[in-house]
């Protein structure tokens, strides 16, 4: 357990670093120093820069894709759960971005790191929202039908044209605007679907 704590307590420290310092001037002995060890102990559970990096990054995934599992899992209107999951999916980027200033810089430049966190973020969102749409989507046998895992990429698309609304100023209650939107349009488009293969 003690081992598990100190490992998290690094990720912790090494997060506030990133977020204020920066990727390039964080080093291991900053991190080390800061997190009131020594390098051999940053060491002991991380062989590089980048290793601290990839946990923060699946940290910080974790606490977006946490709530928009919990909220898939918890409703049960098909409707409403996607409208919900634009308004967390967008506050929840929101708050990684307040927590961490320097990512919008690179998010408004598009920087390879965070296309990359962008991409796991996808693959995990993508691995909440194929299920979904397989439970709630029922799948006649015809050519041309969209598959759950084609819906789920139809509609995380949409929602992520609006990410980068948020590197500007006040751009959260747009964001969630232009998602709520977007859910409305596909949500029609579900309806249309429907009424023709009825």
């Not at 995934?61 to 759960?81: H, N």
Request: proline share 3%.
């Amino acid at each position: 357990m003690a081992r598990k704590n100190s490992r998290d307590m690094i990720i912790g420290v090494a997060a506030g670093l990133f977020a204020t310092a920066g990727l390039r001037r964080t080093t291991m002995e900053t991190i080390a120093s800061a997190a009131g060890r020594g390098r051999r102990t940053i060491y002991m559970y991380f062989s590089n820069k980048a290793e601290i990096y990839d946990a923060v990054v699946e940290r910080e995934i974790g606490q977006i894709t946490g709530p928009l599992l919990d909220l898939v899992s918890s409703l049960k209107v098909f409707e409403d759960v996607l409208q919900r999951y634009g308004e967390v999916r967008v506050s929840q980027l929101n708050a990684l971005l307040l927590r961490n200033p320097l990512l919008l810089k690179d998010f408004s430049q598009g920087h390879s790191r965070v296309e990359r966190l962008r991409e796991r973020l996808n693959g995990d969102e993508m691995k909440i929202l194929t299920p979904f749409f397989r439970k709630y989507i029922s799948h006649k046998e015809y050519p041309g039908r969209p598959s759950s895992e084609e819906y789920a990429t139809i509609f995380l698309n949409l929602l992520r044209g609006s990410d980068r609304l948020l590197t500007k100023k006040d751009g959260l209650s747009e964001a969630i605007r232009i998602s709520s939107i977007s859910t409305g349009l596909f949500l029609r488009g579900l309806d249309g679907l429907r009424e023709v293969t009825a």
